[in-house]
């Protein structure tokens, strides 16, 4: 479709475009991954925060038979979002967030509750942190930081554990290509 | 639980991991190895080990009255498989993410949309 549209060269970046590299901090506390987006910060901006775009991907990598059955998300600072897919095989999951600051179309931070099943979200949230930056001519270089609670904290255990693997990812990579 | 939750509930604590990192670069180590090695004391160890061992993190060989750990291979794939699936997760909405931004402008201008 925009294969007419002169682009800035971004071939020291096609690896990371191309990529959700999942960087993980020292402690496993937190991790970050680093894209970019074929437009401008504030239409991807747009993108994160818009239900009708959020319908759109959100559910990409899903198994198949999966349905987004809630899609809300009201984004002023203090405002709330609130999405639910259901899952075959694995039933519902649901991720209920407080947008703490916004600043369209620079950043949005936001503190995050994900729960499996029909239950209430309790505990410590993680917080969230996407930057936008405006990057070559009309794209965007997209940061999400997510920092993770109370490692102690049992109702975030498996957000806990994603973050735990990849202190040791490398190792991983090693034992299980060998 | 799954086999999945057993793995990665034993690789969710720093110390587990700690251990891991230690049986790696050790290849082998006894208890009291481990407890140099790692600062923890001699039943942190070995509770750690146990729940390692029942993820199939680590496996047991006796030698005698000495017991050596070693890494397991069987429980690093499972935990590996499932931080893949993770990962590619974010790959795939990215991507539709990408292709949504980079088809569709923006039908409304950004001034409009603000309070």
């Known amino acids: 479709m925009n294969e007419s549209t002169p682009r800035t060269d971004l071939s020291t970046l096609d690896a990371r475009r191309g990529s959700a590299r999942i960087e993980l901090s020292d402690d496993g506390l937190s991790y970050q991954c680093v894209r970019t987006f074929g437009a401008p910060p504030d239409r991807v901006f747009r993108a994160f925060t818009d239900p009708a775009d959020l319908r759109v991907w959100f559910p990409s990598g899903a198994p198949a038979g999966s349905d987004l059955t809630v899609c809300e998300s009201e984004p002023v600072a203090g405002g709330r979002y ?11 999951m649901a991720w209920h967030g407080v947008y703490t600051a916004i600043d369209r179309p620079e950043r949005i931070a936001a503190d995050e509750w994900f ?14 942190t996407l930057t936008f930056e405006p990057f070559g001519d009309g794209f965007t270089m997209m940061t999400m930081q997510v920092d993770l609670p109370d490692p102690e904290d049992p109702e975030t255990f498996m957000e ?19 | 639980m799954t086999g999945a939750d057993i793995v990665l509930e034993a690789v969710g604590e720093p110390n587990r991991r700690r251990l891991l990192e230690l049986l790696h670069l050790h290849q082998e180590s006894t208890v009291s190895e481990l407890v140099d090695a790692s600062g923890l004391n ?20 006796a030698d005698g009255r000495h017991r050596h750990y070693r890494l397991d291979g069987t429980g690093l ?7 893949a699936s993770f990962e590619d997760v974010w790959q795939s909405r990215f991507d539709t993410l990408d292709e949504l931004v980079s088809t569709q402008p923006n039908p409304i201008p950004a001034e ?4």
């Open chain 1, 115 to 128: 729960v499996m099943g029909d239950v209430d979200p309790t505990g410590p949230p993680t917080a969230q």
């Open chain 1, 82 to 92: 609130h999405y639910e897919m259901v899952i075959p095989e694995h039933g519902q």
């Open chain 2, 77 to 83: 794939q499972v935990a590996h498989d499932w931080f």
């Open chain 1, 160 to 178: 806990q554990s994603a973050a735990g693997l990849t202190s040791s990812l490398n190792t991983m990579d090693e034992l299980v290509s060998a």
């Open chain 2, 112 to 115: 409009e949309q603000l309070p």
């Open chain 2, 42 to 61: 001699q039943p942190q160890v070995s509770k750690h080990l146990k729940v390692l061992a029942t993820a199939m993190l680590v496996a047991v060989r």
